[in-house]
């Protein structure tokens, strides 16, 4: 039996802000989306580094987009996930939805 490898929270969030974004997911909108929807504050470098470690992985890819003036003539990267990237989403999403499932103080929201 291979081991799996699972993915950390920044590694989940990282992924499923990037699909929040859409055509427009880089560095900055994946971060906005992360606290938009979880309230808490990301570290502009530490979206970039779990974008690297994701796309060795094979989990996200990159394009560069056009050099532009406002950027200093650096071109952008944008990310998008591969399917093994949206397979692992699927995955983590029903391992916790049967994790969830039945536990007391959680059915329905409550405590």
Do not use: H
């Not at 081991?3 to 560095?27: D, I, Q, W």
């Not at 974008?51 to 394009?63: D, I």
């Amino acid at each position: 039996m291979s081991r799996r490898e699972y993915l950390g929270s920044l590694e989940l969030l990282v992924l499923l802000a990037v699909l929040r974004a859409g055509r427009n997911a880089s560095g900055i909108p994946i971060a906005r989306e992360i606290e938009a929807c979880s309230g808490k504050d990301v570290a502009l470098g530490s979206v970039y580094t779990t974008l690297a470690r994701l796309e060795g992985k094979g989990l996200v890819a990159s394009t560069l987009g056009e050099p532009t003036p406002e950027r200093g003539g650096r071109a952008k990267a944008f990310f998008r996930l591969t399917a093994k990237g949206l397979r692992e989403v699927r995955d983590a999403q029903s391992m916790f939805t049967r994790l969830w499932s039945g536990l007391p103080g959680l059915e329905g929201g409550g405590t």
